[in-house]
């Protein structure tokens, strides 16, 4: 559909696939993918249940929603606005198209005033100084030092990509369409934020409770291969194995906060939030922090009780029966209860307590064990706490929403 500017089809072509992979973070479905969607891909499911995932419904719906976004632009660019140019509100379009409304918004925003500078820059490269090899290289370089601009640093490159197209196209053709140029840049802007808006609009905040429950079953999987393993013989490799997992579990946490973010992210201006007021309580901020903020202390604590076994010599060939066997126990119901809280288990604190009262009554026990018991205990007993909060929450949650 182009006129004049035909020869030049396959060259816009490229540079749009090339701007939309180079730039792939500031294109919705070309984002990296979600923490969340990582997170849970790392339990081994069976492939339907992985699409049935919310992750992946999700990405494929904002494929879809790009799709649709481009193909809309398209379509009225060539049959309602007769454009010369009918690739330039796709790519708009694309651009703007986000993983959250509030993204979409503020993308449309930067990527409007981005090319509509570019648009700005072309006019005035084409008319006071026409376009040749020099002056071309000098837009691209004015272009590339406005995309360094803080506030349009996400969609900055859209200033040297507009002037590409405009002046690659023959501007002295374009001249007098500038301002049709402009009208199909807000038009890819408009039709992105009204299909993020209309259609499923997204809504992160199931995903960000499957990355906690992950961590959370993680870590009691963890604590009940230790005491399965303490049961047992065991050596100092096992120790190694279980940092190891403490430690994988500690770098998923970090990505963990970036999925709180981005939930939070997906209920500003978000309509389904509204509508969903009236169902199923949604988590709050402060509900996420303070989740996050439990399980950063169940690795620390967790790590601690791993490193006392590591470091104690002889600690697997000299343990009090008695204690070995309740602690071990103890360790491994709160594992389980951490990593299913649906389980009817008796009180882990209240336990610790009496197991800790029955150990100082015990005269055989020598000054060099109890230093040593003690911390084991104390360690437990902070994880303890934790799972019983991380129940208490969970209930607390189940009944409102049974309520």
């Not at 230093?371 to 208490?392: E, K, R």
């Given at each position: 559909m182009c006129i004049?500017?035909?020869?030049?089809?396959?060259?816009?072509?490229?540079?749009?696939?090339?701007?939309?992979?180079?730039?792939?973070?500031?294109?919705?479905?070309?984002?990296?993918?979600?923490?969340?969607?990582?997170?849970?891909?790392?339990?081994?499911?069976?492939?339907?249940?992985?699409?049935?995932?919310?992750?992946?419904?999700?990405?494929?719906?904002?494929?879809?929603?790009?799709?649709?976004?481009?193909?809309?632009?398209?379509?009225?660019s060539v049959n309602l606005l007769h454009s010369q140019l009918p690739f330039l509100a796709p790519w708009v379009a694309l651009m703007t198209m986000q993983f959250t409304v509030y993204h979409t918004f503020i993308s449309g925003i930067q990527t409007a005033i981005a090319s509509a500078i570019g648009v700005g820059l072309s006019f005035v490269i084409g008319t006071y100084l026409d376009v040749n090899v020099w002056t071309f290289g000098l837009a691209m370089v004015i272009g590339l030092i406005g995309a360094r601009v803080p506030k349009l640093r996400a969609e900055g490159i859209g200033i040297a990509t507009t002037s590409i197209f405009?002046?690659?196209?023959?501007?002295?053709?374009?001249?007098?369409?500038?301002?049709?140029?402009?009208?199909?840049?807000?038009?890819?802007?408009?039709?992105?934020?009204?299909?993020?808006?209309?259609?499923?609009?997204?809504?992160?905040?199931?995903?960000?409770?499957?990355?906690?429950e992950s961590l959370d079953r993680r870590m009691g999987e963890v604590l009940k291969k230790m005491a399965d393993e303490l049961a047992e013989k065991w050596n100092i490799d096992n120790a190694d194995e279980w940092l190891e997992e403490i430690h994988s579990i500690n770098n998923d946490l970090e990505k963990a906060w970036h999925s709180v973010r981005f939930a939070r992210e997906s209920r500003r201006v978000n309509p389904r939030k509204i509508r969903i007021r009236g169902g199923r309580p949604q988590p709050t901020e402060t509900s996420y922090e303070s989740n996050l903020t439990r399980i950063d202390e169940g690795i620390a604590h967790l790590r601690h009780l791993a490193r006392t076994l590591r470091d104690t010599p002889n600690i697997d060939s000299d343990w009090d029966p008695v204690f070995q066997k309740q602690w071990v126990s103890l360790m491994h119901d709160a594992g389980a209860l951490l990593a299913d809280r649906n389980q009817e288990i008796d009180p882990i604190r209240d336990r610790l307590s009496k197991l800790s009262s029955e150990m100082s009554e015990d005269q055989q026990l020598t000054s060099k064990k109890w230093?040593?018991?003690?911390?084991?205990?104390?360690?437990?007993?902070?994880?303890?706490?934790?799972?019983?909060?991380?129940?208490?929450t969970r209930k607390a949650e189940d009944k409102e929403h049974n309520s």
């Open positions: 004049e500017g035909s020869r030049f089809c396959h060259l816009y072509c490229l540079v749009i696939l090339g701007s939309l992979f180079s730039t792939g973070s500031r294109i919705g479905f070309c984002e990296t993918i979600p923490v969340e969607e990582r997170l849970v891909a790392e339990i081994t499911t069976p492939l339907m249940e992985k699409i049935r995932s919310p992750a992946v419904q999700s990405d494929a719906l904002q494929v879809f929603k790009s799709a649709l976004a481009a193909t809309i632009t398209w379509w009225i405009l002046l690659a196209s023959g501007f002295d053709d374009q001249q007098p369409l500038l301002y049709d140029r402009i009208l199909e840049i807000l038009l890819g802007v408009a039709v992105a934020i009204a299909i993020n808006l209309i259609i499923f609009p997204p809504l992160r905040d199931r995903e960000a409770n499957m990355v906690v230093p040593i018991y003690g911390s084991l205990l104390t360690s437990l007993f902070h994880l303890s706490a934790l799972v019983d909060d991380a129940v208490t």
